[in-house]
């Protein structure tokens, strides 16, 4: 199994830019979420999905977009690239996200909005 | 809110100094208390699930606690490899997880 995989690893967009970062995973996990990582400030959640059809928002959604219509993928939309969302992203899944199994997590994207 | 907060925020050790790193945490319901290890570049690797006060796990040299307000992670005879970031996370009751900023270890030859 790849696990859980993310693409691109490294992006550099101008301000007003929109992109798709891409997850993916082999694992047949139903929760699929994404994060954003700031320094000093821990992992925070963007949205989360419980099976494809369904996502909600997260802590901080505002500027991202997202959709799961298969099981394995689960692009993160931004709509309008600004320098407040220059982070490293990270794709996470796990079986079935009630509270008792474990998260997996890729390897991330380095983003960066001038 | 659920808050997780994590001391010290960096911890330097000789090889064979064992410490402790604290996760003091506020949540409206523990589903569990999540530990895990990420190396510069990478992403989060799962270490414990704890889900009870007075629940431990142990992995080689590492040992983590839990009561009602938090948890430890306990490095015992650290060496270099074990030189990274620890997280920990809290999911509640809206399944939601929660994680605090990090204690990154370093520990020395």
């Known amino acids: 199994n790849a696990g859980v995989t993310q693409t691109p690893k490294f992006q550099v967009l101008k301000t007003g830019q929109s992109m798709t970062l891409q997850c993916a995973q082999d694992?047949?996990?139903?929760?699929m979420s994404w994060y954003r990582q700031d320094p000093g400030m821990g992992l925070r959640l963007i949205h989360y999905?419980?099976?494809?059809?369904?996502?909600d928002q997260g802590e901080v959604p505002n500027g991202y977009n997202v959709s799961r219509s298969t099981t394995e993928d689960f692009p993160l939309r931004l709509l309008s690239a600004a320098p407040s969302q220059t982070s490293v992203y990270f794709c996470?899944?796990?079986?079935?996200?009630?509270?008792?199994?474990?998260?997996?997590f890729g390897p991330g994207t380095r983003l960066t909005v001038l | 809110e659920d808050q997780v907060t994590q001391s010290p925020e960096a911890l330097r050790l000789q090889e064979g100094e064992s410490s402790s790193l604290n996760c003091s945490y506020t949540?409206?319901?523990?589903?569990?208390l999540f530990w895990y290890r990420q190396d510069p570049g990478k992403g989060p690797e799962f270490l414990f699930t704890?889900?009870?006060a007075g629940e431990e796990k142990e992995k080689e040299r590492l040992k983590a606690t839990l009561t009602k307000k938090e948890s430890f992670l306990h490095i015992t005879a650290p060496k270099p490899e074990d030189s990274a970031t620890y997280l920990c996370?809290?999911?509640?009751?809206?399944?939601?997880?929660?994680f605090g900023a990090g204690t990154t270890v370093t520990v020395r030859a």
């Open positions: 996470a899944s796990s079986y079935s996200g009630d509270g008792t199994d474990t998260q997996y």
């Open positions: 694992m047949n996990h139903e929760y």
């Open positions: 999905s419980v099976g494809a059809g369904i996502t």
């Open positions: 949540v409206s319901g523990l589903r569990g």
């Open positions: 704890l889900y009870s």
């Open positions: 996370a809290v999911r509640s009751n809206d399944y939601k997880l929660s």
